[in-house]
């Protein structure tokens, strides 16, 4: 079983947004058995997917011991399933103060969790104890990132933390992809980031990018995939493309 985390610590690069999507094309078009985990306490990839109200378990009560994954996954199909978020998960940082080994609950609760093919986990734009649990729980890590003037740059910081991550929780963290989003082939300024991605992260970089579309703001605000939203776009088509190679490069 693959656990991928969805990372960077910039905000609003696109994280929740390929989290979704990816999520519903792999359940539903590439057949796998797919589990989302909403470590993020703005919620949302929780209202993404249609879920406004608290549920009674959520992250928060799994974090802090006092429920189970099982109890708290929601089935949004057969074969999609969703551990939600709550906004109290912002106080987590704080109650976790001092407690020995706090970098390992998300992977301990994770330990009991089978019958997923991959479990994906969408993180908050932050490298706190939430990140590092993400990555201290995967067996892999995409980079989403915008392709802008400061894309690479900006990576540095998170560079440095999976490096600690993998030198003293999680050895066997590998970094399998680099998506990159809201690419507008017009603009000057996005090729050239997306040449530097490609420079930097040659094995790394996915083929397929995202373009810059208002259709997945919509989609997402409809609680829905860009799937259900609007199957017929040009962002629907590069989401199932990097899903699919998703699916051959790190769940094979
Ligand atoms: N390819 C895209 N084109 C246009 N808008 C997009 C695209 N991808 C995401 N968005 C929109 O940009 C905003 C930020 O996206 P998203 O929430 O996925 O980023 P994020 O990295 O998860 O943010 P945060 O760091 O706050 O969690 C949202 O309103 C989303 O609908
Ligand atoms: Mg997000």
Same mark, same amino acid.
């Given at each position: ?101 706090? /970098? ?5 609760? #994770?330990?009991? $969790? !089978?019958?997923? %093919? =991959? *479990? ?5 734009? @932050? ?70 991605? /490609? ?5 790394? #970089?996915?083929? $397929? !990018?995202?373009? %810059? =579309? *208002? ?5 997402? @605000? ?31």
């Amino acid at each position: 079983m693959k656990i991928i985390t969805f990372a960077n610590h910039k905000g609003g690069v696109g994280k929740t947004t390929t989290v979704a999507n990816i999520g519903y094309a792999l359940a539903h078009h590439q057949k796998k058995r797919i589990l989302m985990i909403d470590m993020d306490p703005q919620t949302n990839l929780t209202s993404h997917f249609g879920i406004y109200e608290r549920p009674q378990d959520t992250m928060y009560e799994v974090l802090k011991g006092n429920s189970t994954i099982s109890n708290a996954i929601v089935e949004l199909s057969p074969s999609l399933h969703l551990l939600p978020s709550s906004l109290d998960v912002t106080n987590i940082e704080a109650e976790l103060q001092g407690i020995t080994g706090r /970098e390992f609950i998300l992977r301990e609760a #994770l330990d009991k $969790v !089978q019958g997923y %093919e =991959a *479990i994906l986990i969408d993180t908050p734009p @932050s490298l706190g104890v939430l990140t590092v649990n993400a990555f201290t729980a995967s067996t892999d890590v995409c980079i989403v990132v915008q392709t802008e003037f400061f894309a690479l740059q900006g990576l540095a910081k998170l560079y440095e933390i999976i490096g600690i991550v993998q030198k003293r929780t999680n050895p066997k963290l590998a970094i399998s992809g680099v998506i990159a989003t809201m690419f507008d082939r017009r603009k000057g300024m996005h090729c050239e980031a997306l040449q530097a991605l /490609e420079a930097r992260f040659a094995n790394e #970089l996915f083929d $397929v !990018q995202v373009t %810059e =579309a *208002i259709a997945l703001v919509e989609a997402a @605000s409809a609680g829905k995939s860009i799937f259900e939203y609007k199957p017929s776009s040009k962002v629907a088509e590069q989401y199932d493309e990097i899903a699919k190679a998703i699916a051959i490069k790190i769940l094979n």
